[in-house]
């Protein structure tokens, strides 16, 4: 009998208490040292970590060779799996590789489009797009089923998560989005980088009126800007992002020097206004090549020490 054993971050949804997840980009190369060393500056502060799929459509290290790596030095890492690079063959047999190692978290994406990347010639597949994804892991694991309706032999044991973004236009779609998510079968979301907090709230509230809240646990994605310049590449560059312009003023108007230490500081007062939201589970802290800030961000914004839940 395959008894599910939860993940340290299902647990600490759980009991309810505010989790925090983090993430680590895998290298352009293959030593495992890079993502052993930012895994380290985070574990005792996070409880789990993301590993992303070849984020931006550029070739890096896979994600289940990391999330072994992570797994194998006693973190709980999430699983990150894109639709563009693989059918529903690749897919299937990626998670069962997953769940032969105990990898317990899965988040379920579409991808960047191909021609961000280092091979913008390359053919995307989306054999099945990212809610279907999540459609698959639930089939494997709920009912022990391969897509072809065969049986798995110890099937995979996965908490099922998925992406959300309350900024795309039409914002009002947003929610119903995110209610085709649950419906498919998503446990946990992580949302896109949090900057229009009013915005946010205003999503939230929709999500509640719908009950969603009580059906997923809902992270708010959480990124620190390092200057005046990365919050205009931002707002001015990056499609489906929200800067508002008070942000970058704000980051403007500090000296040069000093941008990267206002943005964590406006980084942990976002959280601890996000904190008193309802339905606001936890944050997903994305500082992707800065993990060396996230310790701090966690504690400032009084998310440590985290809950012992073993």
Known sequence: MNVKTPSRLEKVLATGQLAVTSECGPPRGSDPEVIVNKANMIKDYVD??????????????????ACIRLKQMGLDPVLQMVTRDRNRIALQSDILGAASFDISNILCLSGDHQSFGDNPQGQNV?????MQLIQVVRL???????????????????FVGAAANPFADPFEIRVSRLAKKVKAGAEFIQTQCIYNLDKFEEWMKGARERGLHE??????????MKS??????????VPGMDVPDEVVKRLADTPKEKQAEEGVKMCIEDILRL?????????????????????EIVKEAGLYPRPDVA
């Open 215 to 224: 059906k997923v646990h809902i992270l708010a994605g959480m990124t620190p």
């Open 48 to 65: 789990a970590v993301n590993i992303t799929d070849n984020q931006t459509s550029v070739t890096r290290m896979c994600s289940l060779a």
């Open 140 to 158: 494997m694991r709920d009912e022990g089923k391969f897509l072809s309706g065969d049986d798995i032999k110890r099937p995979p044991q996965m």
């Open 275 to 295: 904190k008193e939201v309802e339905g606001v589970a936890g944050f997903h802290i994305m500082a992707i090549e800065w993990e060396q800030i996230v310790p």
């Open 228 to 237: 005046a310049g990365m919050a205009k590449y931002m707002r001015n560059r």
């Open 126 to 130: 989306h054999d099945i797009d990212s």
